[in-house]
């Protein structure tokens, strides 16, 4: 990479461009909406860190949130030939942090190695097992764990300043020969940094805005990437990103990352009151999303402090209304309380998103057995009786580095990945042979008929009958405010069922296309009799 990186420099005195790509998802799926109003806070925190390099200008390109205004092919997606001739990039990063966005990750790869242009890619999908892959695949250096100094570090390689040798956290090719430097030490000091600029972001429309403080999650679920102790920035510092978003880019809607919000209870009230002191002296009120564990529902002040700061929407990883797999998945509740404590967010006026895994595997030596259709009529009544307002049901995912594919991986349950490959890891397709007696046609027949009856067409007509039951509830509430909160509350999840309708109709049509049906047939034919050779 040494080489081909100084065969690029443009000599003193230029500036050089650095472009970081987040790719395209493989095809439409049920995130392709979401992803039209967000982006991911990864890459444009990695590019803001980088763009302190002198000498060095950086963007960063979302294929999924891509508007027209920008140059195009006739599939929508941004033209990096194009791109080249107007902004030429002089290194180029890759950002793998969704393993079903790979494939594409590896065509950008070899696009803008062909153009002799240096790549890197880093994310969580590159675990030490996916090293190999990458860096056949037209990837030079690959970045392992959080990339802000290391990035500044590869540039300063490219320079000719430094010896990627002396670099910690990468993994490059010396001929044939893959080269793991050592581990770099995660940051704990995050004031070093700046705070995400947005401006990096070309041709986008960001709607929705992620901030985040925490890094790392202590639950050590089986089937999750995001593992470590927790680290936490100051409440300060996620404060002044709200401030900068809003008053230089009139940001409102937020989504704030943390896996686990208000697990440092302490600081988090505390940020709470600023966020609430902030809006009041501002004269405005923000929409914010959090990720939080239902069992802080037992916590009335923290949810009376979320409410004035103005989180409104919860997303809640939910997993199973069934007790066996919520012990499997070493979740320390039960069923039935996962309802009340749902009812709790719900009367502290929140909107909850349920988002559960269908058909989770259990460990070896179980003897639970459930047939899909009372698992389906399982899940359809929780989420009835816990009133949830949106819910997102997907399948268990095998990803890269996680204990459930260790599992998975040592009872020789994973479907070939010559055969069912990354593109298929978004949670949508069937990828290992499930518990009996279930097929893995019936794991994803159920998840489309789960979402199916949640999320239908007639609930377009229910939009049109609440505009009209608008003046009954300020005449027969004598509290408006809470008239208007139960009237609001009743219309929104109208429009997100409705919705969600046209967006499955969009899912399904691109899954009836897709050849995945044949190629899980002749996967299973191979778990089936596996060769001798294999």
């Not at 250096?141 to 100094?149: I, K, L, S």
């Not at 069922?497 to 049509?509: D, K, S």
């Amino acid at each position: 990479m040494e080489q081909g990186i100084r065969a690029q420099t443009r000599g003193a005195g230029k500036r050089r461009r650095l472009r970081i790509i987040i790719p395209a998802y493989p095809t439409f799926n049920i995130y392709s909406r979401i992803a039209r109003a967000t982006t991911a806070l990864g890459p444009v925190t990695v590019a803001t860190a980088a763009r302190e390099m002198e000498g060095w200008d950086v963007e960063v390109i979302d294929e999924n949130n891509y508007q027209r205004s920008g140059p195009v092919t006739p599939t929508g997606l941004p033209d990096h030939e194009a791109l080249q001739q107007s902004r030429p990039a002089d290194l180029v990063g890759l950002y793998g942090g969704l393993t079903s966005t790979i494939p594409r990750l590896y065509q950008l790869a070899r696009f803008y190695r062909e153009r002799s242009v240096p790549t890197l890619a880093g994310g969580q999908h590159f675990v030490e097992e996916n090293i190999a892959e990458a860096l056949q695949n037209g990837v030079d250096v690959v970045v392992r764990g959080e990339g802000e100094e290391t990035l500044k570090e590869l540039l300063q390689a490219f320079d000719g300043r430094l010896s990627r040798e002396n670099i910690a956290g990468i993994a490059y090719l010396d001929g044939d020969r893959i080269v793991l430097t050592p581990e770099r030490m995660p940051p704990s000091d995050f004031d070093c940094f700046p705070v995400p600029d947005f401006s990096l972001v070309r041709y986008a429309r960001i709607r929705i805005y992620p901030v985040g403080r925490v890094r790392g999650c202590g639950m050590d679920c089986e089937f999750c990437t995001v593992k470590g102790k927790p680290r936490y920035a100051r409440v300060e510092r996620l404060v002044e990103q709200f401030a900068s978003l809003h008053e230089t880019r009139g940001a409102r809607d937020f989504f704030i990352v943390d896996d686990l919000f208000g697990q440092d209870r302490r600081e988090t009230l505390r940020l709470c009151h600023l966020l609430r002191d902030y809006q009041r002296r501002i004269k405005t009120r923000f929409r914010i999303t959090v990720q939080i564990r239902l069992d802080k529902g037992r916590d009335e002040e923290l949810l009376t402090s979320m409410r004035e700061a103005g989180i409104r929407h919860v997303a809640i990883g939910l997993e199973s209304p069934i007790g066996e797999e919520l012990e499997a998945m070493d979740k320390r509740l039960k069923p039935e309380d996962m309802i009340a404590l749902s009812h709790k967010f719900h009367q502290a006026g929140f909107f909850i998103h349920g988002m559960f895994i269908f058909g989770y595997p259990l460990a070896a030596g179980g003897e639970f057995s459930m047939p899909a259709p009372e698992r389906i009529q399982r899940f359809r009544k929780f989420i009835r009786q816990a009133r949830l307002d949106s819910v997102q049901v997907l399948l268990p995912v095998p990803l890269p580095g996680t204990e459930l594919t260790r599992r998975l991986k040592g009872q020789n349950r994973i479907f070939p990945q010559n055969l069912v490959g990354w593109e298929y890891y978004d949670g949508n397709f069937p990828l290992f042979v499930p518990d009996a007696p279930m097929t893995p046609e019936e794991m994803q027949a159920s998840i489309h008929q789960i979402m199916g009856r949640f999320y239908r067409f007639k609930h377009m007509f229910h939009i049109g009958l609440h505009i009209l039951w608008f003046p009954v509830f300020f005449f027969y509430l004598p509290n408006l405010k809470r008239g208007w909160e139960k009237w609001h509350r009743i219309w929104s999840n109208q429009v997100t069922r409705f919705g969600g309708w046209i967006i499955l109709r969009r899912w399904f049509a691109a899954f009836k296309k897709d050849p995945f049906s044949r190629k899980l047939a002749e996967a299973k034919k191979i778990l089936a009799n596996p060769s001798p050779l294999r």
